[in-house]
C-alpha cells in the first residue's frame, strides 16, 4: 500500500481504538497550521484518522495491508502454478489448495507458534526474578538479556512469516497471528524502555500487551485444530 496510516500517526497495527484516538489529536496540535505546522501533514493525519478511527474502514484496510505483505510471494506462486500445469481439474485444485494449506501450517505457523511460547512463557518468572530487587545490576541484566533473545526470536519468526504466501482459506487466521506478532514486539519494546529508565508505565503496558498476546495465541491454537489438517 503506498500509504501506510499507522506509520502517519506512529502507532502499532495492535494499537486499541483509545491509543488511536490520542495519537491522531496529539499529532494534530503539533502540526496543526494555526500553530506553524504543515497543512499537508494535517491531511495525511486526517486521511489516516478518517481509516482507522473507524471500525469497519479499520478492518478493511487491515486486511488490505496484511494481504499486500503477501501479494509478491503469491504472485510468484500462482507463475510457477502456471508454469507447472496448464489446467488442473476440481479435484486435482482441491488437492493442491489442501496441501498448500498443510504446508503453511507446518513451516510457517507451527515454528512461529514455538517460537512465539520461547518468547511468551517465560516472561511471568522472568519478571518475578527482577521483582526481587529492580536494581539489582545482576537481576537487571538477566532480564535483559532475555529481551535480547526475544528479540532474536522475533527477528526470526518475522522471516518465517515472510518465507510463505498465506492460502486463501488462513487468510484471517494469518491476519490473527499477524496481529499477535505485533503485540509481542510493542511489549518487548515497551519492556526495553522501562529497563532503560524504570518508568513503571513502560512495564505495566508490556506486561498487559504480552498478557494480551498469550490470549491471541492460545486462540490461534484452538483455531489451528479446526482445520483438520496432520502437522
Known sequence: MSID????????????????????????KQHHP?????????LKLNAAWEVLGDQENRLAYDKQAFTSLN?????REIRNARASTAAQNVQGQSAAAKDALSKWLNEVYTP?????????????????????????DALMQEFCRYLEQSQ????????????RPTPIPAQSFGLSLYHCLSQVQDALNELERYTMGYVDSYLHDGHEMLREAKKRRSGLQTERRRFNINS
Open 34 to 42: 494555526d500553530t506553524g505546522g504543515d497543512q499537508q501533514i494535517i
Open 112 to 136: 512461529i507458534d514455538r517460537l512465539l511460547g520461547q518468547v511468551i512463557n517465560p516472561f511471568s518468572s522472568k519478571l518475578r526474578d527482577l521483582a526481587a530487587d529492580p536494581y539489582d
Open 71 to 75: 501479494q509478491e510471494a503469491q504472485e
Open 152 to 163: 532474536k526470536k522475533l527477528e526470526k519468526v518475522e522471516q518465517i512469516f515472510q518465507s
Open 5 to 28: 496510516h499507522y506509520q502517519t500517526l506512529g502507532i502499532s497495527p495492535s494499537a486499541s481504538s483509545a491509543e488511536i484516538k490520542a495519537a491522531y489529536r496529539n499529532l494534530v
